[in-house]
């Protein structure tokens, strides 16, 4: 009988290792946009009663921006990416040994908020933005992952207004939480021609 038992073991545990070790399906990003880099910023002041302008501002704000399309459970999803840079310090302590470290900021906007976009509307994103700790597409793809595997947190939302002006300009706010505007989007946008504004939709 013991000797049954141990038969048995041994073959049990020949099939454990004999199983083959198949790995998930990787989700990639499918298709990626233009980037737009260049928009002005205007402000406008209530202390002095005037407006500021702040030319090629995108940059400085949120970097280069462009819409990435990624796949989950059969569902397709439009990543806004701001290529950026934070402030960082080797001893924050002291806030000495500064450096730059370039990021990914990104925002995860179902199908039918982005058409809302693509048509001059207010788009909302469900979902916490996603940031990285440096510049690796790699990285964000994990992040953009892991939020979506864990579902839509109800205590946040992220809001990009668009408002085409005229057959010329488009204003926009890029994404920000909806308690942190200071100011309404008619008193502080981002402004850029349409032409260069409508190529940020087309994803191929």
């Given at each position: 009988?013991?000797?049954?038992?141990?038969?048995?073991?041994?073959?049990?545990?020949?099939?454990?290792?004999?199983?083959?070790?198949?790995?998930?399906?990787?989700?990639?990003?499918?298709?990626?946009?233009?980037?737009?880099?260049?928009?002005?910023?205007?402000?406008?002041?209530?202390?002095?009663?005037?407006?500021?302008?702040?030319?090629?501002?995108?940059?400085?704000?949120?970097?280069?921006?462009?819409?990435?399309?990624?796949?989950?459970?059969?569902?397709?999803?439009?990543?806004?990416?701001?290529?950026?840079?934070?402030?960082?310090?080797?001893?924050?302590?002291?806030?000495?040994?500064?450096?730059?470290?370039?990021?990914?900021?990104?925002?995860?906007?179902?199908?039918?908020?982005?058409?809302?976009?693509?048509?001059?509307?207010?788009?909302?994103?469900?979902?916490?933005?996603?940031?990285?700790?440096?510049?690796?597409?790699?990285?964000?793809?994990?992040?953009?992952?892991?939020?979506?595997?864990?579902g839509k947190p109800h205590y946040e939302k992220f809001i990009m207004k668009i408002k085409k002006e005229n057959d010329l300009i488009v204003r926009f706010r890029c994404p920000e939480k909806y308690e942190s505007w200071t100011q309404p989007f008619e008193k502080k946008y981002f402004e850029?021609?349409?032409?260069?504004?409508?190529?940020?939709?087309?994803?191929?």
């Amino acid at each position: 009988m013991r000797k049954l038992i141990i038969y048995g073991f041994i073959l049990i545990s020949g099939f454990g290792y004999g199983q083959e070790r198949v790995d998930g399906t990787i989700i990639n990003f499918k298709e990626k946009g233009p980037i737009l880099s260049e928009a002005n910023l205007y402000r406008y002041d209530k202390d002095t009663e005037k407006w500021v302008e702040k030319l090629n501002a995108l940059q400085n704000y949120y970097g280069l921006i462009n819409f990435r399309t990624i796949e989950y459970n059969n569902v397709k999803y439009y990543v806004l990416c701001s290529n950026t840079v934070e402030v960082r310090y080797k001893y924050p302590a002291i806030s000495e040994g500064r450096y730059i470290n370039p990021i990914y900021n990104a925002y995860i906007f179902s199908e039918a908020e982005f058409l809302k976009l693509k048509n001059f509307g207010e788009g909302v994103s469900d979902f916490d933005e996603v940031r990285t700790t440096n510049l690796d597409l790699e990285e964000l793809r994990i992040q953009v992952l892991s939020y979506l595997k864990g579902g839509k947190p109800h205590y946040e939302k992220f809001i990009m207004k668009i408002k085409k002006e005229n057959d010329l300009i488009v204003r926009f706010r890029c994404p920000e939480k909806y308690e942190s505007w200071t100011q309404p989007f008619e008193k502080k946008y981002f402004e850029t021609s349409l032409v260069e504004f409508n190529k940020l939709f087309l994803i191929e």
